[in-house]
């Protein structure tokens, strides 16, 4: 949505729909935009990488890291914000 805002729409873990609307800067944006080009409503958004060479990178950054502890991480401190 111009000039900077990203609306998610999308199925989550257990099918629970996850739908928002954040502001994102400038750079950001364009960058999904161009992401998004050539792709139809439904198509995969970041299917240039998979998880083993995602996690393979998380792990270059910090040994023991994963996608999966990651998002797990996020989604506490996340949670932990709206309910403190």
Known sequence: MPPNQIQFDFLGKDSIRYFNTVEVEE???????GFRAGKKPGQDLFDKIDTSRL???????????????FRTYNASITLDGIVS
Not at 27 to 33: D, G, N, Q, S
Not at 57 to 62: C, F, I, S
């Open 55 to 69: 996690n393979a990178h998380l792990k270059d950054l910090m040994p023991g890291l994963t996608a999966k502890v």
């Open 27 to 33: 750079l950001v944006y364009k960058a999904i935009e």
